[in-house]
């Protein structure tokens, strides 16, 4: 099973708005990363945890907050975001970070932010 | 330069034909070569990963890493429509670099 799923599927919010975008994998991975793909681009990534402690922000903008409960769950919290955030956001993790190990994403999170 | 340079198409062939996707990169750090597939509004979905230089076969998919000439291919045999979509080329270094660097992704159709 290489399943990572995503909930919602979709979201809309406000600018005032504050919302959350959730991630789980049961596969056992102890790496999990967030990305924000815009249309036609490839993915970016934003965050990566590594056995539950942030291990990369790409220099996120603080009105995304990740947050990871567990090794199976990984949350990105949304705060007075703009319209430019609208974007596919998708998550994915692979068995370790060090090198070797292939990720598995998601299907996505569609935000768009009015 | 692009670390990663991948022709964006769109690439549109007859089902049946062999399909050829390519991208080159820079960075000779790069060890790690994925291809992945992703469908309209969908994530993306692994379909090959290689470490070393030479072929790997899956199926109707063959991916082929040239590290002297920093150039990766991913072959589709015998194509069908269901393979309509974009083909993301993805790479990372062996530094410990938990950081994907992905191609722009070429948009494939397969006219049936």
Redesign the interface.
Same mark, same amino acid.
């Given at each position: 099973d290489?399943e990572?799923t @995503?909930t919602p599927k979709h979201l809309v919010m406000g600018m005032t708005n504050k919302k959350s975008l959730k991630c789980e994998q049961h596969m056992g991975h102890r790496?999990m990363?967030w990305y924000k793909q815009k249309a036609?681009? #490839? #993915?970016e990534?934003m965050f990566?945890y +590594?056995y539950e402690k942030l +291990?990369?922000n790409e220099s996120v903008p603080s009105r995304f907050s990740p947050e990871c409960p567990n090794s199976s769950l990984l949350n990105l919290h949304l705060h007075a975001l703009q319209p430019e955030d609208s974007a596919?956001y998708?998550c994915a993790s692979s068995q370790e970070?060090?090198?070797?190990y292939? @990720?598995?994403?998601? #299907?996505?999170t569609?935000l768009t932010v009015t | 330069q692009k670390e990663v340079e991948q022709d964006?198409g769109p690439l549109s062939v007859p089902e049946g034909a062999i399909v050829s996707l390519n991208c080159t990169y820079s960075n000779s750090a790069f060890? %790690?070569f994925?291809w %992945?597939r992703q469908y309209s509004?969908?994530?993306? $979905?692994?379909l090959m %990963?290689t %470490?070393s230089s030479g072929n790997k076969e899956d199926g109707r998919f063959t991916a082929q890493v040239d590290k002297s000439s920093k150039y990766i291919s991913l072959f589709i045999r015998d194509s069908q429509p269901s393979d309509s979509a974009t083909y993301?080329c993805?790479m990372?270094?062996?530094?410990?670099n $938990?950081?994907?660097t992905?191609?722009?992704?070429t948009r494939l159709t397969i006219i049936p």
């Open positions: 290489t990572v @995503q790496a990363y036609k681009k #490839p #993915p990534l990566v +590594s +291990s990369i596919l998708l970070v060090r090198l070797g292939e @990720q598995y994403f998601g #299907p996505g569609r | 964006p060890q %790690y994925m %992945y509004r969908k994530g993306p $979905e692994l %990963y %470490y993301l993805a990372r270094t062996n530094f410990g $938990e950081k994907l992905f191609g722009t992704g």
